[in-house]
Structures are given as structure tokens and as C-alpha cells.
DNA sequence: GGTAAAAATACAAACGATTGCATTTTGCTG
DNA sequence: CAGCAAAATGCAATCGTTTGTATTTTTACC
């Protein structure tokens, strides 16, 4: 099929070859109807033949359009977060091949930015016809005063009150309440939650845990909610201080399955056998969880689905459709199905 | 200093606000000396103060650049590489990092190639300066046969022989040497290699592993050789499937952490204690590695060190200068200081 | 076969920057 | 102050598409 012409680099040539006019190459190329049949398949065998490829610099230049999305992870530099990486990587990933399938392509934004709205003066935001920020940090008021920019956006977090962008994210609330019934189901009363809820999702996990001690009848104790950053080693400090402090408890519900396991390494550290003397349930369900000894009790995101919701979502308004938030189904990965665990 | 004047978005509009023509502020604008020093300055102030950003569109069409720069990540489909996946951000990060400071932008490939070869038609070829591949995968000709396209490209591996494209690097020999010289001056003999040596990376290692025991006058028992890929639940059977063997051993070089990690929980599921009876070295040192319990020895490449070396590699290129290959130096991350590990 | 409507194609003007060259302004010197 | 070189600026062509409109070709009908 290939052949070995001189490759073509402009229509003009494309168009002389196919003794036709350069408008009508565009024309057939584009799929307008208003080519004939025969004439467009002829072009475009021809341009295969040639192996002429478009010059996307100068359409997206003459359509004022990039075919770009940019992907803005939102590390929050405070807390360190680089271990919730997994994570950033597997949304990546299924953003990408969401992306793809609309022919658009994905640039990343270059570095963790201290403020959303220094974006708005980057390339990322004039080389892109939307952006979507991969969770929301601490800046929920930038976010809404950027979501009055023009600009396609959308937000991979959680649905916070008085938001004036669109969100897509798992259900918090009720993936905080499954990781702490399970345990109470467990027989544990003394169940430790760890995350920083000073931030959106820990929060709002925090209230499904509330929930669900409610709904037991228990009474929850302030010394048991640790903000804890989802980097790991301030997790293992923070057991340490709880068993010092001789707080006892047989349970733990953390925000990530990093915090998790630093915290099972820290409690076996101690002589505790988990889950024996502490159950512990995760969150996030990363490779790791389940290959970790002893493996993983948590709660799972679906990411996949995630990342083709965020792409659906952002297309939509580029194409000028108003779009409502959308909250995804979050489930409880029970790993050790032995009654203890 | 931001004012509220309506938005300049043509140069036109501020050469006409500056009282010049178009030509002296895109000259001004770009910095050419040709422009009187207080005409610079002075177009300069009103395009800020008038909130004006150049179109990046219309300059790269004219430019014939894009200023961006594809990332291709080379997820080895077949083996199922998601694990290392956190290597990947890491230089991800790394990149973009260093990209920024060139001001250039970074297009993520959209999804892991069967054939490199397919990218010369994708937009991320043309939409590009130049492309870093992030590994080889089983692809080195294909790698070689894309070096021949006339397109600034450099690649995070290992230097294959023949190769016709620029490389960077660990020393992987002399981490496969690092990593077994440790185990065995703890005085290990036995000692499993596990990674594939079809690929690239971990044959170079196998390489090391190699001179390390032939320095000690130890014999290679090529059952102790295993081709586990970088997922890691094929450790565990691996571990499982040696233990069945009743092939003994009493120490483990692992191309990945996360294969080690695998491999600790298969060994203490066995019962057997970690690292008293069987002594574990990793690879990658990620960030789990520190906290994991018993923490890991492993071997270090600096990811961020890499990921600079090979932006500027790919500008020298992009500016028509030719580059060598660069090995980075590796290091040994001794773990647990106690005699045993 | 002549005519008008419909279908297919061609023409030419954008899109917003850059840059070689022509032109004007400035600065110097005798 | 004339004269001229150097410095500063302006003019206009150009990059490769797309698309509104003009033009040509085809079709259908009497």
C-alpha cells in the first residue's frame, strides 16, 4: 500500500496530484458531504498514497482550536503528597486513552502549582481547549473563581458545597461508611480514622465514618480522627503517638492504602498482630493492597470509569453543553476473607 | 499593575495602543535588538498592562514548532508493567520539571504502543520537537529504524549494542553488581536473581549479578535465574515455585521493589523469616521501599537527575547539535543497618 | 436540445504572527 | 548644515488550512 512517492507536505501539492483544487482537498479530506463520493475516496486513497499527513500547526491555527486537554495534578505540596502517585498515574493513564479515542491529545501541566489561578496566564491554559484537575488540594475558592474563566473545565474530587465547577468523583461519604461498618461488623468499637479532614475527600469520608458509628450506637471519640497527610511516614509516627499515649483501639479506617500499611508496619513494629489486635482498611485499592502481606482490606475508586467520565464531561461543555456533576459508585475490596480480617 | 482594559488578543491591537507598527512589537516582544531600548520597554509594560498574550497558534504555525515535547511511556504490554508504574511518574515529574525551565510543554502519549514504528504517523509526531521514549521495552530495532526520521529523540534505557539512538541511563551493571556484592558479604551464597533477562534492563543487571559472584568464585546455578516481569504477583509463584522445588536459597537480587516487596510476602508466608533466612535487595527504591516493613534494601537510579540529563540531551539535539550517551551513577540504599539484612 | 435547479468544484480571503528588505529617523563628522 | 552611516521602524509577503461565495458542471424535465 505504501508507496515511496515523495511524501507530500501541503495540500496545494496534494491537490495538484488529484488535478482538483485545494479547497476541495480540505473539503474531501474533512468528510464534507458536499464532495462527491467518488472524488473524496479518490483523494483520499491519494493522500495515503502519498503519505501526506495534514499540517495540524496550521488548523488549529486557521480553526483557533488546539486538540489539546491539560491535565492539572493538584499535589498538595503541603502535605507531601507523592505517594498518592499511584493514583495520579492510573487517572492518567485512563485519561489519556479516554482522550485518545476522542482524538484529542493530553499535555500535563509542568509542576504543582501554589495557586490554580497562575495557570490562567500559562501556556497550558492558552495550548488547551479544556483542562481537568486531577483533585481539588485545598484550593476549592480558586477553583470556582477559575471555573469564571471561559474555559472548559472539570474536576476529578469531591462535590463541595457552593461549587461553581463541575465535578466527577467517587462517593466519599459512602466509601468512608463501608471501610467502618466493616470493621464494626468486625465486632471493633475503637476504630481510628485517619486522614486529614481538612481536606475535601478525607472529610467527607470522615462523615460516611460518622454515619456508621451513628447508625451502631457508638460514640465517637476525638482523640481517634488524626490528620494524618496521605504521605506515609507521619502515618507510623501517629500510631506510635496513639500507643504511647496508651489510646487504645482495634480498628483503623485510613485515606489511602499507603497510610495503611505504613501503619500496619508501625503496628507490627509495636508487637501488635494485625488484624488480630487492629483491623485496618485501606482506601484506593492500588496494585500493592493486594500483593501486601497480609493483604488489603479497602476501598476502591473506580478510576477507569473516572477518567472516560472526566473526558465525557469536558467534551460536553466544549461543545457548549451545560453538564451536572457525577458521583461514582465506590465499593469495599474485602481482602482476607478469614472471619478476622 | 493588572488593569481592567479589555483584553488585547492581536498584536495588531497593541501596535496600534503603542502607536507602532506590528512588526516592531512582535520584534519587541522577542527580545531583537533591533528595537530601541525604551520602545521595547515601553510596548513590553502596555502588553502587560493590557493583558496581552501572544497567540501561541498562529506563532507556532508560523515558526513551523510546536514547542512540546512527547513523552512516550514504553508500558511493556506483555508483561503487564503497570507495577513500576510509580518509576514512570516519578520521571514523569522529573521531565515535565525540567521542561518547564526550557519553557516547553510535555504531550503525554496516549496509550502504550504495540510498534513505536506507529507513532511517525500519530499527531504526538507532529505535534512535537521531539519525543522521549521512557524505556525500550522488547523494541530496540524499532527503536533504531524511528532514530532514522529525522526527529530529535533520546530514550531512558540501557545502551544496547548498536544502537543508532541517544540514550541515558543507570549503570545497571553496576547496580545488578551492587545489589548481589551486598548479599554477598553478608555472607549469602545462594542467591536468586529475578527479573527477565529478555529485557534489556535486567539483563545488564543479570550481567552484574554475574561478575559479583564470579569476583567471589561463587558458580552460577542457573536454576537460581528467574524470568519474572516486573508485575509482581508472577514473584510470588516464582518464590512459591522454587520453595516447591526445594531449591534453596538465602538471598534475592529483585529488579524491581515491587517484585521484592512480592517476594518477602510469599517467603514469610512460608514461613520463613525475612531477612534471617532469606536476604532481599530491590531496585527503583520507590517511596514505599523506606516505609515497607521490614524496609528495603534497594538500588537507587536518581530519577530526577535522569530526567534533566534527558531534556537537555533532547535540546541539544533540537538545536542541531549530536549527543552521546550518558550513564548515571547508581547507588546502593542499605536499609536495615542491623547485621543481618 | 434548451432551460433551470441542484450538485460539485474553484476562487480568494481570512486566521495572527515573523522576517527580509525598504524606508525613515537619528547621530556624527567635517 | 550638508552628507552619510547606523539605528530604528515600517511594509508586505508568507506559513497551510478552512470556508463563504462565485462559478462551473451535471441532472432532470418538457
Known sequence: ?????????KME????????????VSRALAGNPSINAKTRARIVDLAAKHNYQINENARNFRLQKTNVIAVVLMLDVKSEQHTSDMFFLEMLGAIADALSVQNYDLLLANSPMTNVLDIQSSRIFRQSDGIIFIGQGNQHEQLNEFSGLEKPMVVWGSNLP????????????????????????LGRKDIVFMGDINMPEPKQ???????????????????????????????????????????????AVCCSDLIALSAIAALTESGLRVPED???????????ASYSSPSLTTVRQNIVQGGRILVQKLMAQINGDTVADSVLKTELIVRRSSGAW
Request: charged residues 25%.
Open 1 to 9: 500500500m505504501a508507496t515511496n512517492s515523495p511524501r507530500l507536505t
Open 13 to 24: 501539492e496534494l491537490a495538484k496530484v488529484a488535478g482538483v483544487s485545494v479547497s476541495t
Open 162 to 185: 457552593d461549587r461553581r465547577y463541575c465535578t466527577v468523583g467517587a462517593d466519599n461519604v459512602v466509601g468512608g461508611y463501608l471501610a467502618t461498618k466493616h470493621l464494626l461488623n
Open 205 to 251: 469520608r470522615f462523615e460516611g465514618y460518622l454515619n456508621a458509628l451513628k447508625e451502631k450506637g457508638i460514640k465517637f471519640n476525638k482523640r481517634l480522627q488524626i490528620d494524618v497527610p496521605f504521605e506515609m511516614s507521619h502515618a507510623s509516627e501517629a500510631i506510635n503517638d496513639l500507643l504511647q499515649q496508651k489510646i487504645s483501639f482495634d480498628g
Open 278 to 288: 487492629v483491623a485496618v482498611v485501606g482506601y484506593d485499592d492500588i496494585a500493592l
